[in-house]
């Protein structure tokens, strides 16, 4: 019944995730949440009341960024987690102040008992994937107050850690500082210094681009400081960007993973990337080809000339492409069998829509790629289903420190997506040279640039 009832009430509760970090301090802005935090403050006793009031202007944030998708025919809302028992569960070297049950749940409660909000409280199922978390929606006279403040006021603090290391199930846990992570978090707080002072845009970027779907859409819209609701129908437009703080994901260890997260580039297709300016200067992306591929025989004092996702007999397309992911996921997995099953579920069925595969027998017709892709690489293929992959990705993101390390220094910004940096046009033949510099000093040979 419960699951029934959630399908039925699906579009009523369309939602955007609350995010924490958002902030205002444009004078509107705080005039409207200082009026309403003297309105509940006498409603929300003594304690943490500065906790309160910014948890407010978070809410308040919030709100605002969801009258973006927000509308009387389908009504959209912002997810509200009132859970002891997460906020309880946030490790305290990542908690904000404002996450905490007792602060949520107050504040919620008034701006309710104030009718400033539609609130629909969640439920708890009889397993995980039946409940519902609370879900809020601005109305009435707060709704008109918001859309009278411009979302480009909205921004997005620091992260109260740079530096995160989680456990085998993806938990963030404590650690305990060392030199090393006192060094890396002086260079990513350095980094981050440069990145705020920069303007970051897409400039003259075609409609169609950004409207080729709506996960694409929103994810751009999650990130710009403009209103992207009424977008022309055709032609190009310039998008003021935020680009948001990076952080470096260690994995179980801060011997696995290390790469950086979190940023605008972090999750942007390379088709989009392309039309980053920064301080309005036209920009270029270089990347590490075949890196992963290549450090595994570097490291091995081996050389590797040629494509290594182009293998005999296959055709470039649509192989190499689908190559290149099998790869990192034969690499990354534990097993045989848990690569081929990620295979299957995320690229197997590419191939299968293509022509180039039947659905009748596609755990073998994958497993046979992977045969063939192993013997072609024989040289490193015990590599191979030995979850490798986090080892390689402490390496490259050391490169990438070094590089966004030595960049900063020089004052020039440039953005990371793992192995490929993004940075002004005119720096480009620097950028090459010390990519090349850094990986040799850290593998031993020489990369493949494009």
């Known amino acids: 019944m419960e699951i029934i009832l959630a399908l039925q009430n699906f579009k009523k509760y369309r939602s955007i995730e609350f995010d924490f970090s958002l902030t205002c301090n444009d004078p509107t802005f705080v005039q409207l949440r200082d009026s309403i935090f003297t309105s509940i403050r006498p409603n929300l006793g003594l304690r943490k009341l500065s906790e309160k009031k910014d948890y407010l202007t978070a809410a308040l944030c919030n709100l605002k960024r969801n009258l973006l ?27 904000l102040p404002i996450q905490s049950y007792e602060v949520v749940k ?19 199922g009889k397993n995980s994937q039946t409940g519902l978390s609370s879900k809020m929606r601005a109305i009435g006279s707060l709704q008109a107050s918001l859309s009278q403040i411009g979302l480009n006021q909205i921004t997005t603090q620091q992260p109260t850690e740079f530096i995160i290391l989680k456990d085998i199930n993806g938990n963030e846990i404590n650690y305990i500082d060392t030199p090393y992570t006192d060094a890396i978090r002086n260079d990513i707080i350095d980094y981050s210094a440069l990145r705020e002072s920069t303007v970051v845009s897409l400039m003259n970027i075609p409609v ?41 994901i260690f994995n179980t260890s801060f011997n696995k993973g290390g790469r950086f997260y979190r940023g605008v580039e972090t999750g942007m297709p390379s088709d989009i990337r392309t039309f980053f300016q920064f301080n309005n200067n036209p920009t270029i992306e270089l990347d590490y080809s075949g890196s992963h591929l ?6 091995n004092n081996m050389r590797i000339n040629k494509d290594p996702y182009l293998i005999p007999v296959y055709p470039a397309n649509p192989y190499r492409d689908y190559f290149k992911y099998s790869s990192l996921t034969m690499i990354n997995a534990s097993s045989e069998d848990s690569a081929i099953r990620s295979i299957m579920r995320n690229s197997g069925m590419e191939l299968v829509q293509g022509g180039y595969l039947s659905s009748k027998g596609l755990k073998d017709s994958i497993k046979k790629l992977c045969d063939d892709f192993k013997k072609h690489h024989k040289r490193i293929s015990s590599a191979f289903y030995s979850g490798a992959g986090l080892s390689l990705m402490k390496i490259d993101s050391e490169i990438a420190n070094d590089i966004l390390k030595h960049f900063t220094g020089m004052g020039i910004f440039v953005m990371c997506i793992h192995d490929s940096f993004i940075i002004d046009k005119q720096h480009e033949k620097v950028l090459r040279a010390k990519m090349v510099d850094f990986y040799k000093e850290r593998v031993g040979k020489s990369p493949v640039i494009k």
């Not at 998708?69 to 070297?93: R, T």
């Not at 992207?228 to 470096?248: C, F, K, M, Q, W």
């Not at 290549?294 to 490291?299: G, I, N, Q």
């Open 69 to 95: 998708y927000d509308s009387p025919n389908i009504p959209n809302f912002v997810g509200v987690l009132i859970n002891k028992n997460y906020y309880s569960g946030i490790n305290q070297k990542y908690r």
């Open 106 to 124: 107050q504040v919620i409660e008034e701006l309710d008992n104030l009718q400033l909000i539609e609130f629909h409280p969640g439920y708890k």
């Open 208 to 248: 169609s681009l950004i409207n080729q779907s709506s996960y694409l859409h929103r994810y751009i819209q999650s990130y710009s400081k403009d209103d992207l609701s009424s977008l022309p129908a055709t032609g190009n437009v310039d998008i003021n960007v935020n680009p948001e703080y990076l952080v470096r």
């Open 294 to 299: 290549r450090m595994l025989y570097h490291r």
